[in-house]
T-cell receptor
Framework: DAGVTQSPTHLIKTRGQQVTLRCSPK?????VSWYQQALGQGPQFIFQ???????QRGNFPDRFSGHQFPNYSSELNVNALLLGDSALYLC?????????????FGPGTRLTVT | QKEVEQDPGPLSVPEGAIVSLNCTYS??????FMWYRQYSRKGPELLMY????GNKEDGRFTAQVDKSSKYISLFIRDSQPSDSATYLC?????????????FGTGTRLTIIP
C-alpha cells in the first residue's frame, strides 16, 4: 500500500516564476492538506481540498492556489515566487470521518527560490 | 504571540538518558494533541496522540497533557541514537480527520552514543 507521494523531490526556481507541486494521497484517502515548513520552523497549514473544493485555508496570500482531481490527487501552485517561499512543502492525506491523528504526511517537496 | 510555543533546541543528551520535550499553547479551543517525529529530509510521522489531561504511555514514550496549564510534554525513556530527530508537537480543535493541525516550531534532538 503506497503512502502519500509527492513530486518533485526538490526544485529550484527564480523569483517571480511560478511553480506547481503534486501530491498523491494514501490509498483510500479523499482529503488533501498542504503545509509549508520553513527551515527551522514547524509546518504551517496552507489549505485543504476535499471533493475537489478548497474547504479550509490558512493565512497565506492568493498567490498560493490549489486543485484536487477526481482521483483525489492534488496540486499546489505558487505564483510570483518570493525568496520567502523557500521551504519544504508537505502534503497530508486523510479520510473524512476518521480521526485527526489519522493524517499521513508525504516526504515533501523542497523548493528553493533564488 | 504564536498559538503553540516549543523550544527549538537543539537538545543533546547521552544514550540511555530520559528526554523531556515540551510545548505550551494559548488557544483554549485545542483539545487534541499529537507528537510527530521528523527525520532529516522526511515528512513528519505520528508518534503519540492524546486527548484528555493525564498520561498516555506507548513503549518508551509517554505523552502528558495538562489542559489547565495549557502544557503538553513528551518523555522518551532509555533514549537511543535512532531517536535523534526533530520532534514536533501538533494540536487541533476537533477530532475529525480533516481538521487542520497547528504545529510547534519543533525541537531538534540528538542522542549521543
Amino acid at each position: 500500500d503506497a503512502g502519500v507521494t509527492q513530486s518533485p523531490t526538490h526544485l529550484i526556481k527564480t523569483r517571480g516564476q511560478q511553480v506547481t507541486l503534486r501530491c498523491s494521497p494514501k490509498s483510500g484517502h479523499d482529503t488533501v492538506s498542504w503545509y509549508q515548513q520553513a527551515l527551522g520552523q514547524g509546518p504551517q497549514f496552507i489549505f485543504q481540498y476535499y471533493e475537489e473544493e478548497e474547504r479550509q485555508r490558512g493565512n497565506f496570500p492568493d498567490r498560493f492556489s490549489g486543485h484536487q482531481f477526481p482521483n483525489y490527487s492534488s496540486e499546489l501552485n505558487v505564483n510570483a515566487l518570493l525568496l520567502g517561499d523557500s521551504a519544504l512543502y508537505l502534503c497530508a492525506s486523510s479520510l473524512v470521518g476518521t480521526y485527526t491523528y489519522e493524517q499521513y504526511f508525504g516526504p515533501g517537496t523542497r523548493l528553493t527560490v533564488t | 504571540q504564536k498559538e503553540v510555543e516549543q523550544d527549538p533546541g537543539p537538545l543533546s543528551v547521552p544514550e540511555g538518558a530520559i528526554v523531556s520535550l515540551n510545548c505550551t499553547y494559548s488557544n483554549s479551543a485545542f483539545q487534541y494533541f499529537m507528537w510527530y517525529r521528523q527525520y532529516s529530509r522526511k515528512g513528519p510521522e505520528l508518534l503519540m496522540y492524546t486527548y484528555s489531561s493525564g498520561n498516555k504511555e506507548d513503549g518508551r514514550f509517554t505523552a502528558q497533557v495538562d489542559k489547565s496549564s495549557k502544557y503538553i510534554s513528551l518523555f522518551i525513556r532509555d533514549s537511543q541514537p535512532s531517536d535523534s530527530a526533530t520532534y514536533l508537537c501538533a494540536m487541533s480543535a476537533s477530532n475529525f480527520g480533516n481538521e487542520k493541525l497547528t504545529f510547534g516550531t519543533g525541537t531538534r534532538l540528538t542522542i549521543i552514543p
